[in-house]
């Protein structure tokens, strides 16, 4: 079942906040971030595991509610670079927590950042 | 690390051609994945690999579609018959396990 996103949408001035959420009908044992610009191919942010665990090379920070089922992304004094299309993805089960097999990814929420 | 390659970057084929896609994955990782995105949409599913084993393979993915990844290394999706309805973005992913995916440019599929 696909995540669903929220918001749709969001424009934001440069250097303001943003948090884009991420919610699941089924147990989540890890989510995936990632950012598209135009054109472009998805590029990972965040791997966030049950128990905790976080793994990402970008200063991005977020949040995993495994009793909600749900995960928070978190754009702080975000910078045009942020623009961009921003997608979480899960896992279909527990086996395979940490992305070990096929994610399914949500809509995406579309972020505008204006000088 | 020179990312994963894609070939080609634009493909425009006739409808009830087939067409064949190459992925080159980083060479450390050991996950190869296909994905098809459309416009406005998040990245659709299709199969996955773990060295040369196909490990599985989304309901999306038809009879028309194969995949293979000899040696372990790079794989081929081909597309047999192809329908107006295969036109998208077929993205490779590959990664390592615990890590997160390293997508491709693409192959943008034209079916006319």
């Known amino acids: 079942q696909q995540p669903v996103q929220s918001p749709q949408a969001v424009i934001l001035r440069e250097g303001e906040d943003a948090v884009i959420n991420c919610s699941s009908s089924k147990a989540l044992y890890s989510v995936h971030w990632y950012r598209q610009k135009h054109g472009e191919a998805p590029v990972f942010l965040m791997i966030l595991l049950k128990g905790g665990e976080q793994k990402g090379h970008e200063k991005i920070s977020a949040s995993f509610n495994e009793k909600k089922q749900q995960s928070s992304l978190y754009l702080t004094a975000s910078q045009l670079s942020y623009s961009g299309t921003y997608f979480c993805?899960?896992?279909?089960?527990?086996?395979?927590?940490?992305?070990?097999?096929?994610?399914?990814f949500g809509k995406g929420t579309h972020l505008i950042i204006q000088p | 690390d020179t990312g994963v390659s894609q070939n080609p970057r634009h493909k425009i084929t006739k409808r009830g051609q087939n067409v064949t896609f190459r992925c080159d994955p980083i060479?450390?990782?050991?996950?190869l994945y296909w994905y098809r995105q459309t416009l406005g949409q998040g990245p659709e599913f299709l199969t996955y690999f773990q060295n040369e084993a196909q490990l599985e393979k989304s309901r999306l993915l038809s009879d028309r579609f194969s995949a293979e990844r000899p040696k372990g290394s790079f794989s081929t999706l081909e597309i047999q018959r192809t329908e107006q309805g295969d036109s998208a973005m077929y993205l490779c992913?590959?990664?390592?396990?615990?890590?997160?995916?390293?997508f491709g440019s693409g192959t943008r599929l034209t079916v006319v």
């Open positions: 993805g899960t896992p279909p089960g527990m086996y395979s927590g940490g992305g070990a097999d096929g994610l399914t």
């Open positions: 060479s450390e990782h050991n996950r």
């Open positions: 992913a590959s990664r390592k396990d615990g890590y997160g995916y390293t």
